[in-house]
């Protein structure tokens, strides 16, 4: 079984800065693509920002440039250092791993989210 673990969240103020973690564990061969998804109460879960196995990325528009996605494979984490955050940018913060390969075949995973609080 595979799990994300997330951390970095919390409460910061408008402009600042905040830096996400995630850790894959388990059986892991490959993770194809990580990324970072974000969800409001109420409202859609929408993608963040996604980083493949050769480093290729994709930012949500509102994200470009504020926000940038790096992945460490051999530690299977992949990391979301946000700067100039706004109050709009407040939502749970999820991790999620595309097409892990384990012994027993390709799956996604999910992790369980993380607060992000941004206060004017």
């Known amino acids: 079984q595979v799990q994300l673990v997330e951390s970095g969240g919390g409460l910061v103020q408008a402009g600042g800065s905040l830096r996400l973690s995630c850790t894959a564990s388990g059986r892991i061969l490959k993770i194809t693509v990580m990324g970072w998804y974000r969800q409001v109460a109420g409202k859609q879960r929408e993608l963040v920002a996604a980083?493949?196995?050769?480093?290729?990325?994709n930012y949500a528009d509102s994200m470009r440039g504020r926000f940038t996605i790096s992945r460490d494979d051999a530690k299977n984490a992949v990391y979301l250092q946000m700067n100039s955050l706004k109050a709009e940018d407040t939502a749970v913060y999820y991790c999620?791993?595309?097409?892990?390969?384990?012994?027993?075949?390709?799956?996604?995973?999910w992790g369980q989210g993380t607060q992000v609080t941004v206060s004017l």
């Open positions: 999620n791993a595309d097409r892990v390969m384990t012994p027993s075949g390709f799956r996604d995973y």
């Open positions: 980083i493949s196995s050769d480093g290729a990325t």
